[in-house]
Nanobody, 127 residues
Framework: QDQLEESGGGSVQAGGSLRLSCVDS????????LGWFRQIPGKEREGVAT???????KYADSVKGRFTISRDNAKHTLYLEMNDLKPEDTAVYFC?????????????????????WGQGTQVTVSS
């Protein structure tokens, strides 16, 4: 069974950068749409960015121009490069993989297709 494990979270000041990584223990990373999502306690989970095997990445409006999603299939790893971080980016970040092929977008109406999730990594941005 595939397992996704995130790392790279931490605490930074506004304007700083972090790089999140997500390792897929299975071998399906290269075949399916992958995504990064985030959630603040008490709020709905928000799609941040998604990437399928053909690229390019698709982004939520709130992170366009600041975040970059990428993948290294040989390393079974998905990345999220986050620059110019803002306090409102503070959340637990999750990586996820689609359970079966479907449209690959971070918007809420497409979240149903993501069936494998990591445990999450905390990102805290202070002002």
């Amino acid at each position: 069974q595939d397992q996704l494990e995130e790392s790279g979270g931490g605490s930074v000041q506004a304007g700083g950068s972090l790089r999140l990584s997500c390792v897929d223990s299975g071998d399906a990373l290269s075949s399916y749409c992958l995504g990064w999502f985030r959630q603040i306690p008490g709020k709905e989970r928000e799609g941040v960015a998604t990437l399928d095997h053909s690229g390019p990445g698709k982004y939520a409006d709130s992170v366009k121009g600041r975040f970059t999603i990428s993948r290294d299939n040989a390393k079974h790893t998905l990345y999220l490069e986050m620059n110019d971080l803002k306090p409102e980016d503070t959340a637990v970040y999750f990586c996820a993989r689609q359970r079966k092929p479907a449209a690959c977008y971070p918007q809420p109406e497409f979240q149903w297709s993501f069936g494998y999730w990591g445990q999450g990594t905390q990102v805290t941005v202070s002002s």
